[in-house]
């Protein structure tokens, strides 16, 4: 094998050949011309990519590999690692985009001297748009002949990929693959909050024009801003900071300045003199070594000096002393940093100032960590006229605003990781913010009485709260301590309507309940398994995860708690067709180990088949798909094809075992299926009414909306 040559592991050929892992390690013990280990470790072994691809060619496995995989592959395997590829990869596509002509001089020669020139003109593109090189804490660097000498196949096949869907979109989809590829090495902003707090910050009275992240990331949040001129990002690790440079710069053109820095924000503040229209910061949480004893005469300190375990406060001053009189800044913050009592003091300063404006819980899951209610908090420089505002704005967004329509079925009622209704997230926020924002803070989302349940109390998820009510010996600003229950807001009229509907379930589950039953010998039927009826034409075999456009994504989440499509696939990124699920498919999930498997109805037809889930497509006229999802979730059935990977129990379809009967037969055996799964729905909907019912006379009676008779 020559040297340098791309590696790849088992899940790398799985994602090439399209198979399952399982797939993979079969092949390794059943074939002996299987390519032989080049490195890796005895657990994860990796293989040379292309003795790989001429086994998969010469099995028949692969007819040609895509484009986007072998350039993933090539970006994967680089022998400086896939960071480094990374970057090198955006240097590029940003030439490719900023000057195609140069470009293609450059690539038209051999390998050796392409590597040469290349680094020249990069060291130009890259001075011209991110500074001089000599410029302290510049992100990004221009790599030398011998950095690129190995990257230069790989950045071929880059520019091959980026004339298909575009450069931005090429780069997206690699720092996309290879945040996925490494989940706990980064801590990212979701696109949906992303978005949100872009939008928040936007709502001035002056446009968002020159905006700063100090705590940049991978980019995503001045990424989501719209029509920038000049963006500041520092980011203390060296990677993630030329990532964001180059994402940035690809994102936004040559039109907007990107002037991105890489060092600890709070110890060593790149842009001292900046004066930004908006700040947009998702901070480290719970730092205890953010520089509390170096820092203790730090003029940012306005609004008091932060004790150790109040970092976020730190960042929330860091954030205000960089922002223009009347700017705005919105920061992501954890739920604790609105009630500590080390933070009172400084909350106090912030609200008599009238630099806090609003504080937004949002709903469990919507970012690391995804098990709490995060919340964000909008803030304005005082000055240039303002006058502080007697007001706070409070959101609470952590549950829903109303219940699920009559018949919905939900899983769980307050969304969860990749399960949020971003849409109306964004809807119930900035709706609750342009109000308060319009009226000048004197009223915002309810005024006194408008629930007739006391003064200052407002309707629906927002209240605009007195700031003297605040200022007691806590100062706690959490939501929920000031708002009421989502339950009580509708009054004894919505928990009776929940009862209606509970006593109209309870009745259809007596009417489903399954007759009976005929009790026999165990059967010993001939079987067959899906991998066999995937060969013989009886079924297809399909896997999701990938694809971008419009349609709604039927997720791992929604098929375990049989509700609605609830994901949605990326906007932009290298034109990818997604796995459309079809009236009659059958989706059954990889991972968890349960008998689970969803039949597809005329509702759900038309969404885009999500990650970890498996689709079997059968042929009418050899397979009843009820027939063949009521087997599938047989338990013995589902020990037999289940492997176990660490801590996962993953599921081969392919394994799963099916009788062998005549359609009429299969039929038969569907209408129970069918029947028992109607049974199924009616009790979970039973029981996510008869908790939302209890809840609901517990918050009710708690409150005095409803009486005890």
């Known amino acids: 094998m020559p040297e340098n040559a791309t590696e790849v592991t088992a899940a790398g050929i799985a994602r090439l050949a399209g198979v399952g892992r399982a797939a993979v390690s079969n092949w390794r013990r059943r074939h002996n011309d299987f390519p032989k280990p080049v490195g890796g470790t005895e657990t994860s072994p990796s293989f040379a990519l292309s003795e790989v691809e001429q086994w998969l060619r010469d099995q028949g496995k692969l007819a040609e590999v895509p484009l986007r995989e072998r350039v993933w592959q090539q970006l994967a395997g680089h022998p400086g690692g896939p960071v480094p590829a990374l970057v090198h990869a955006g240097c590029a596509l940003l030439l490719l985009r900023t000057s195609p002509a140069a470009w293609r ?41 011998a950095e690129l000498l190995p990257s230069v196949p790989m950045l071929r096949g880059v520019a091959e990929l980026a004339a298909e869907g575009g450069a931005p979109e090429t780069f997206e989809f690699l720092l996309g693959r290879q945040l996925d590829a490494n989940p706990r090495q980064y801590t ?40 920038p001129t000049a963006l500041y990002a520092q980011e203390s690790d060296p990677d993630l900071a030329a990532l964001t440079a180059l994402r940035l710069a690809l994102h936004t053109g040559a039109g907007c300045t990107v002037t991105a820095r890489t060092g600890d924000t709070l110890r060593a503040d790149a842009f001292p003199r900046l004066a930004a229209d908006a700040v947009l910061c998702h901070p480290p949480f719970n730092e205890r070594n953010w520089g509390h004893d170096e820092l203790a005469y730090d003029p940012r300190w306005e ?43 400084i909350r106090a300063d912030l609200l008599r100032r009238g630099a806090l404006r609003a504080v937004i819980a949002l709903p469990a899951g919507a970012a690391p960590p995804y098990g709490i209610p995060l919340h964000l908090w909008v803030l304005r420089r005082p000055g240039n006229g303002l006058h502080p505002s007697p007001e706070l704005l409070l959101v609470d967004t952590a549950e829903p605003a109303e219940p699920a329509p009559a018949g919905a079925v939900s899983a769980a009622p307050s969304g969860g990781r990749d399960r949020l209704d971003w849409q ?52 706690d600003l959490a939501p929920a301590r000031h708002l009421p229950p989502p339950a009580a807001a509708g009054g004894p009229a919505e928990l009776a309507g929940v009862r209606q509907r509970l006593t109209e379930t309870l009745g259809l589950t007596g009417t489903l309940t399954p007759p009976a039953v005929t009790l026999s010998a165990p059967a010993h039927w001939p079987l067959t398994t899906v991998g066999e009826l995937a060969r013989a ?120 075992q099916l009788p062998r009967l005549p359609l009429a037969e299969q039929r038969r055996y569907g209408d129970r299926f069918r029947a028992l799964a109607e049974f199924e729905d009616a009790l979970r909907l039973a029981g996510r009414l008869g908790g939302q019912l209890i809840q609901g006379m517990y918050d009710g009676l708690t409150d005095g909306t409803v009486r005890p008779e």
């Open 537 to 656: 034409g009886a079924l297809q075999l399909r896997t999701g995860g990938s694809g971008t456009g419009p349609a709604p994504v039927l997720t791992e989440h929604d098929v375990l708690g049989a509700t609605a499509p609830s994901g949605s696939l990326p906007a932009d990124g290298p034109p990818e067709e997604p796995v459309l699920v079809e009236a009659g498919d059958v989706v059954v999930p990889v991972l968890g180990g349960g008998s689970v498997a969803r039949v597809v109805d005329g509702a759900t037809a038309g969404a885009a088949l999500g990650r970890n889930l498996q689709l079997l497509r059968p042929d009418p006229a050899a397979l009843d798909p009820w027939f063949l999802a009521g087997f599938l979730r047989g338990t013995a059935n589902n020990r037999q094809a289940s492997s176990y990977a660490s801590t996962a129990t993953r599921l081969d379809a392919r394994r799963l």
């Open 424 to 475: 109306a997230v964004h809807r119930t926020v900035l709706d609750a913010w342009q109000s308060f924002e319009g009226t000048g803070g004197t009223g915002g989302t309810g005024g006194p009485d408008s629930t007739g349940a006391g003064a200052g109390r407002g309707a629906g998820a927002g209240r605009a709260v007195p700031v003297i009510e605040l200022l007691d010996d806590d100062v």
């Open 105 to 145: 001089e450059i690539a038209a020669v051999a390998d050796e001297p392409m590597a040469g020139v290349l680094s020249l003109a990069l060291d130009d593109l890259l001075t011209t748009r991110f500074g001089p090189a000599s410029e302290a804490g510049r992100a990004v660097h221009a790599p030398g002949r």
């Open 303 to 345: 609004y008091g000096f932060p004790a150790r375990t109040e970092s976020e406060l730190a960042w929330v001053q860091h954030a205000l002393a960089h922002l223009r009189e009347g700017g705005t800044a919105v920061l992501l913050m954890p739920p604790a940093a609105a009630s500590r009592r080390s933070g009172r003091r």
């Open 188 to 227: 990212l902003t979701p696109p949906g909050l992303a978005g949100l707090m872009a939008a928040l910050a936007e709502t001035g009275e002056r446009p968002a024009r020159t905006i700063l992240d100090p705590a940049a990331g991978t980019g995503a949040l001045l990424r989501a801003v719209t029509g």
